[in-house]
C-alpha cells in the first residue's frame, strides 16, 4: 500500500502545473553555428590565357566548389568556405605563372619562309613554291621590290607557353641577285614564345607573347690580295632584326614587315604559317 501511494506521489509530481511549459519549451534551444560559412572570392589570373586558362578552372573543379570563370577577363569567381578559397588561391598562385604544367600545352608546328627582295628587276624570272607566289605577287603590287626570291625556309615545333631560342645559319646568296652582296653564312637568331593558342569559329588563333628574329649579315665592303696574289673578299656585318607579337591564324600566311638596313634597296621579308597539333 505505501508503495502504490509513493508511485502515485511521483507520477503527479512530474505532471506540469496547468498553464506552464515544460522545461524544454521554456527554454529555446540554440541556433546551430555553421562552422564553414560560404563566401563569395574573386581569384585573378595574371599569366594563363586561352587553352592553359581553360586547363586550370579544370584542374580547380577537384574542390568541388561552386565557381565561375572568365577567360577574357582572365578572373576566376569562387563561392566556398574561406579554407577551401585559400586553398584554390595556393593552386592558382603555384600553376599561373610562365613556364608551368598548367602554361605549357598544344604543340604547334610553324614554318618560317625568308625572302630577299629587290627594287631591280630581275634579269631572269624566278620560280617561287605554288604556295609563295601569292605572297610575292602581293608584295610586287603593294612594295617597290620587284625581284623576290627565296632565301630558305625553316620549320619549327613549338609549344604553347613555352619560349623557343636558338642560332642558325642561313645560306648565302648568289651577289647578283641582291644588292647586298653576300659570300658568308647570315648568323640568325631566334626568340620566339607562343602564349596561347584557342580554338575560334575559323579555326584555332595562337597568341604570340614575343617573336623576335635578329640578323648577322656579312655585306661585302672590297677586296684585298692575299699573300699568295689571290683576291680575299672583305666583310663588314649589318645587324638587322624585327620583334613583333600578337595573334596568327592557322592555315594564314602572315608576312612579317620587312627587315631592312636602309642603306640598299634589298629587304628581307618573312612568312608566317603554322598549324595547331591537337
Avoid: C
Avoid at 128 to 140: G, T, Y
Amino acid at each position: 500500500m505505501r508503495l502504490t501511494a509513493i508511485l502515485i506521489a511521483a507520477a503527479l509530481a512530474a505532471i506540469p502545473a496547468a498553464g506552464q511549459n515544460s522545461a524544454s519549451e521554456a527554454k529555446p534551444q540554440p541556433a546551430l553555428v555553421d562552422q564553414n560559412p560560404l563566401e563569395a572570392e574573386i581569384i585573378h589570373v595574371k599569366t594563363l590565357t586561352g587553352d592553359s586558362f581553360d586547363r586550370l578552372v579544370k584542374l580547380l573543379s577537384v574542390f568541388q566548389a561552386r565557381l565561375q570563370s572568365d577567360q577574357q577577363l582572365r578572373t576566376i569567381i569562387v563561392y566556398a568556405p574561406k579554407d577551401v578559397v585559400a586553398q584554390m588561391r595556393r593552386v592558382v598562385a603555384e600553376l599561373d605563372t610562365p613556364g608551368s604544367e598548367a602554361a605549357i600545352g598544344r604543340n604547334i608546328e610553324m614554318t618560317l619562309t625568308f625572302l630577299r627582295a629587290s627594287s631591280k628587276a630581275p634579269t631572269t624570272p624566278r620560280t617561287l613554291p605554288d604556295d609563295i607566289e601569292p605572297v610575292a605577287k602581293q608584295l610586287r603590287a603593294t612594295t617597290q621590290y620587284k625581284d623576290i626570291q627565296l632565301w630558305d625556309v625553316m620549320p619549327m615545333r613549338l609549344q604553347e607557353g613555352k619560349q623557343t631560342t636558338s642560332e642558325v645559319s642561313l645560306p648565302a646568296l648568289d651577289s647578283g641577285a641582291s644588292s647586298v652582296p653576300l659570300s658568308q653564312y647570315t648568323l640568325l637568331s631566334l626568340g620566339i614564345e607562343p602564349d596561347s593558342a584557342t580554338r575560334k569559329d575559323r579555326g584555332w588563333s595562337v597568341r604570340f607573347k614575343t617573336m623576335s628574329l635578329s640578323f648577322r649579315i656579312p655585306v661585302l665592303t672590297g677586296v684585298s690580295n692575299g699573300p699568295d696574289g689571290k683576291s680575299i673578299p672583305q666583310f663588314s656585318f649589318q645587324n638587322l632584326g624585327l620583334k613583333t607579337a600578337g595573334d596568327f591564324l592557322e592555315g594564314q600566311k602572315t608576312v612579317l614587315g620587312k627587315v631592312s638596313g636602309g642603306e640598299t634597296d634589298g629587304a628581307i621579308f618573312v612568312v608566317v604559317s603554322l598549324k595547331v597539333l591537337d
